[in-house]
């Protein structure tokens, strides 16, 4: 028996980077993939992927802050595999811009896709949970969501996601279903290696590396599988120990290595 045999998992943002790599290991676990997203020609390459290693995956074009694309790609997964019992809200994106530089254009360009997109699909995706039983719902928030970074909208909607995990979490226990928050650090995607701060950040890990979306995955893994049966409305932190440390990772670092301060610098920071 594989972890997700019988499941059926819908992974926004699953066309490449993250999300991708979901697909492949939900797949891999027995679970029949949606993989949702703007990106068509990855998102039907990877479903091609995946159905030529002998998995269940198919995309549907999905543009996460879209309310009528949500009702039209749930009713055409339920048509395809019957019920919805995973839904990972992990479609994301990021401009490393402070307050006083946000324009309102941008702030609401971030918080359309990152904290209105996961309460659409909580909002249509729940019910249908419901009646199958019940599910599990994963929200890909950031260590972004634990600290203030200069990205103000990307920070705000991320920290949004956790209060959005914990008021879900709530009220949809009563239906069977289970929402829980992922806190990654910086993870080598198109997103997290194209940060400005990304090599520093890495240096002010304790465990001196970024993670990997095989990291990232195994853990979706775990909030998705019956495994976590008893965990609803929580985050998990996978950072390799950048949020524990605070700063004091750096600072040793540039006590021993003064010129560090050279990275910092170069990054803007
Ligand atoms: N990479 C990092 O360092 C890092 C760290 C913490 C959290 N995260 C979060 O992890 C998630 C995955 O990011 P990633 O690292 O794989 O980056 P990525 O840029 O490789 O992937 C993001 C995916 O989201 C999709 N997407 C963007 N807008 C969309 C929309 N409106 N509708 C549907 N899909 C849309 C993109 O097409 C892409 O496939 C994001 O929520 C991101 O904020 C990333």
């Given at each position: 028996m594989r972890k997700l045999d019988n499941q059926v998992a819908i992974i926004t943002g699953?066309?490449?980077?993250q999300g991708a790599e979901e697909a492949r290991r939900f797949a891999l676990e027995g679970a029949a993939v949606a993989?949702?997203?703007?990106?068509e020609t990855e998102g039907n390459r990877l479903a091609a992927e995946i159905s030529a290693a002998g998995g269940h995956a198919r995309f549907f074009p999905l543009d996460v802050s879209s309310e009528q694309r949500w009702q039209t790609i749930v009713s055409e997964v339920v048509e395809w595999r019957?019920?919805?019992?995973i839904l990972v809200n992990n479609a994301g994106i990021i401009n490393q811009l402070g307050v006083l530089e946000t324009s309102i254009d941008e702030w609401n360009r971030v918080m359309n896709v990152n904290i209105t997109g996961p309460f659409l699909g909580i909002k249509h995706v729940a019910p249908i949970m419901g009646r199958a039983g019940g599910g599990s719902i994963i929200n890909i928030a950031s260590t972004a969501s634990h600290l203030g970074v200069k990205c103000a909208a990307y920070v705000s909607s991320k920290t949004g996601l956790l209060g959005l995990t914990r008021t879900a979490a709530t009220e949809l226990a009563d239906l069977g279903v289970r929402v829980n928050a992922i806190c990654p650090g910086v993870v080598a995607t198109d997103m997290g290696s194209g940060l400005s701060s990304a090599e520093a950040m890495r240096v002010a890990t304790p465990m001196l590396r970024h993670g990997t979306v095989d990291d990232v995955a195994r853990l979706a893994l775990f909030l998705a599988?019956?495994?976590?049966?008893?965990?609803?409305?929580t985050e998990i932190t996978i950072d390799g120990g950048f949020v524990a440390a605070g700063a004091m990772k750096l600072v040793r670092h540039l006590v021993n290595n003064p010129k560090a301060l050279d990275v910092l610098k170069a990054a803007g920071l």
């Open positions: 699953g066309a490449r980077g993989i949702c997203d703007v990106l019957d019920k919805i019992t599988s019956n495994d976590s049966d008893y965990i609803t409305g």
